[in-house]
Every structure is written in structure tokens, then in C-alpha cells.
């Protein structure tokens, strides 16, 4: 590491010179807590979804998505939830806030009865705002 003397010095003793080794450290401890707090931000839970040619909407800071697998396993996140289990789990999720969005996402493998049972439960649980997820297609005009 190269030392500098004081020989550039005016003669009051000030130097002119902008030290950036604090700034590069946080910007350095910055980017690894955002490359550390990225990928917690997504859900991994691969469900087979319908097409929609609607445009899509814009998302809110802390979404919760509720997702149905082939198989009519529920996941709240990537969380595995029973359906006896799936209001509790919303409400701790929710901080009980009943007017939060649901993004709801179903296999399109899965039967109608099945989809509409979850509904349900979230109806009478007072979750009334329930975005259905669907792959974007391009429109055909």
C-alpha cells in the first residue's frame, strides 16, 4: 500500500484529497446484503399455470401467494400448509389484515371443486381481494 508524504501539503496543512475507502466498504457491505436478500424475495413452488392474454398488474411490496400443485398440495410461500391449517397460516402472514391481495395460483391440472373449496375458505375467512395468476401469452388481434 503506496504511503503519501507530506510534501504536497499547502501551507496551512490541508489536503484536498477525498478519502473513498469508508464509501467503497459500504457500498461493498450493501451489495452483499442485497445479493444475500434477493433470492429470499421469490417463491419456488413450480405450478403448471393456464394462459391469459390480459396485461399483467403491478405487484405490492410483500406479496402472498397461495399455490395449489397437481397433486392439491396448498403452499402459502414456499411454505406446505393443510387446508385446516391454511387460515391461521394466512393471518400470521397478513398480521390479520383481511383486505391484503391473495395471488392465487392453481396447476391447471387441478379440478374446479377443488380451486373453488379454496376460495371458499378464503371467503368465509374475510380474504375478499384474490388475484388469480395465469401465464402471459401475446394477444392475437
Do not use: C
Not at 496543512?13 to 442485497?34: A, Q, S
Not at 393443510?82 to 392453481?106: C, R, S, Y
Not at 379454496?118 to 384474490?130: E, F, N, T
Amino acid at each position: 500500500m503506496a504511503m503519501r508524504l507530506n510534501d504536497d501539503l499547502e501551507s496551512d496543512g490541508e489536503m484536498h484529497e477525498i478519502n473513498v475507502t469508508p464509501f467503497i466498504d459500504v457500498m461493498l457491505v450493501l451489495l452483499i446484503i442485497f445479493m444475500v436478500a434477493a433470492p429470499l424475495a421469490t417463491v419456488d413452488v413450480r405450478v403448471n399455470l393456464p394462459a391469459s392474454t390480459s396485461a399483467p398488474q403491478p405487484r405490492p411490496e410483500k406479496p402472498v401467494y397461495l399455490s395449489i400443485k397437481a397433486d392439491k398440495q396448498l403452499y402459502i410461500g414456499n411454505d406446505q400448509v393443510t387446508p385446516e391449517t391454511l387460515v391461521n397460516v394466512l393471518n400470521a402472514q397478513t398480521e390479520g389484515k383481511k383486505d391484503t391481495t391473495i395471488f392465487f395460483q392453481a396447476d391447471k391440472s387441478v379440478d374446479y371443486e377443488t380451486l373453488m373449496g379454496v376460495m371458499d375458505q378464503l371467503r368465509q375467512a374475510g380474504y375478499l381481494k384474490i388475484g388469480l395468476m395465469g401465464m402471459e401469452t401475446a394477444k392475437h388481434n
